[in-house]
């Protein structure tokens, strides 16, 4: 009698490369460059994660500090920034331009909104995003959702656009206290869920969803994944989708 071979699905963990698929020769060690969402696209993996700033003539750009190359993001303009060049060459991508390459694959854009010097100012960039992802028909909770240490900037997600997976960073906050904002996720360190790894299941509890930030050790990866996180955010995205 033949052997019944019984056949199990294997459920892949969601991975998004923390600004983008950088640590590849084809990307340079350029994070947030538009060299690097394309290397996250081609690898295939769920998502790639990317810092917004706005600049003093208000052009959303992708660059992870408020500085590039010395340059002070918030108080040049965009013309100001092309005197710098990130590592592979590329000037520091418009929004507009990362948008570009973004609607080129199903590849998640995890956006992080970046705390600027006011909250007005915090808010003025997550309205501008807000256009930019219309104008180019990614304002679709299946191609966006975003993430920020601006509790502001959530509860403006929340209130204006609500509907997107919409994640606070700073892992201070249990979930319950999330969730009566209105934010429907959280986005914490690893050692926050080394602190509290109940704040996961009461997360999903609430209908939250839950991301972690930036697993590049594998038994760290393995802990997390058993612990039942959505997504693993990872400078090492290969590495964390062979698990
Ligand atoms: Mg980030």
Redesign the pocket.
Known sequence: MAALILSLPVMAQKVCA??GFWQCEDAGNAQNSIASLRQAQDGGFWGS???VHLTADSVVVVN?DPTLNGIPIHTSTYRELLKAHLPNGEFIPTLNEYLHQGAKSDCMLVL?I?PQDTVEATLELARRCVWQLRAHGLLDPSRVMF?SFSYDACKWIAANIPGFQNQYLEGVEEPEEVFADGINGIDYHYIAFHKHPDWVARAHALGMTVNV?TVDDPEEMRYLKDLGVDVITTNCPDLAAGL
Request: a negative charge; aromatic letters at 20%; charged letters at 50%.
């Open positions: 923390h600004r994660e990317f810092d992870h992080e970046k993430i930030w």
